[in-house]
């Protein structure tokens, strides 16, 4: 039972367009949420997060949206590098048992 | 670089035997968080260690077993390995109990079970 969806594996943007990584989630009582990202041969670094009071949180090239209703996340990058390419996961806390539930993650690819 | 180092980085081993995987975690964080990514699967968080308590458990096996020590590294033993134990095992660190801080991951290792 995925809590976390991320339904597309891969996604592959220009540089310099935007780049919109989407999540959904099944459980209400996640009230804070956070995108890794992860390089080849390295752990998830973090890159983002959102809590439930919010629908908008902002750094930089990075925009988290939250739609409650909907129970739908998205990351913005504006404008991608090349750089940003990387396995992108999202995940959602769970205040009732203090775990975090990772996505299955999202490979962006940002083409030259 | 995280602060967080795991060792070893890749384990090859046999069905039916036992494994020892070692966590550091960046100075001064209390909590250890041990996950495992298996092919085409997220991270699973397996179990969470605060202060050399247990705080938090997931989807940890039974043959599997982990524990925090006094100077704060942890180890995550997995025995009587099965070839669908091959993954990456990544440990992560937070300075207080709350899975909601921020968490920094080690590198992993890569187990492959034969």
């Known amino acids: 039972d995925q809590q976390v969806k991320q339904n597309s594996p891969s996604l592959s943007v220009q540089e310099g367009r935007i780049s919109i990584l989407n999540c959904d989630y099944t459980?209400?009582?996640?009230?804070?949420f956070l995108w890794y990202k992860k390089y080849p041969a390295e752990g998830p670094t973090f890159l983002i997060s959102i809590s439930s009071i919010k629908d908008k949180n902002e750094d930089g090239r990075f925009t988290v949206f939250l739609n409650k209703s909907a129970k739908h996340l998205s990351l913005h990058i504006v404008p991608s590098q090349p750089g940003d390419s990387a396995v992108y996961f999202c995940a959602a806390y769970d205040r009732a048992t203090n775990k975090l539930i990772f996505g299955t993650g999202t490979l962006l690819a940002v083409q030259p | 670089d995280s602060g967080v180092t795991q060792t070893p980085k890749h384990l090859i081993t046999a069905t039916g035997q036992r494994v020892t995987l070692r966590c550091s975690p960046r100075s001064g964080d209390l909590s250890v968080y041990w996950y495992q990514q298996s092919l085409d699967q997220g991270l699973q968080f397996l179990i969470q260690?605060?202060?050399?308590?247990?705080?938090a458990k997931g989807n940890i096996l039974e043959r599997f077993s982990a524990q925090q020590f006094p100077d704060l590294h942890s180890e995550l033993n997995l025995s009587s390995l099965e070839l669908g134990d091959s993954a990456l095992y990544f440990c992560?660190?937070?300075?207080?109990?709350?899975?909601?801080?921020?968490?920094?991951f080690g590198p992993g290792t890569r187990l492959l079970v034969l």
């Open positions: 459980n209400s009582m996640f009230d804070y």
């Open positions: 260690y605060y202060n050399g308590e247990e705080r």
């Open positions: 992560a660190s937070s300075v207080g109990g709350g899975a909601r801080e921020t968490q920094y």
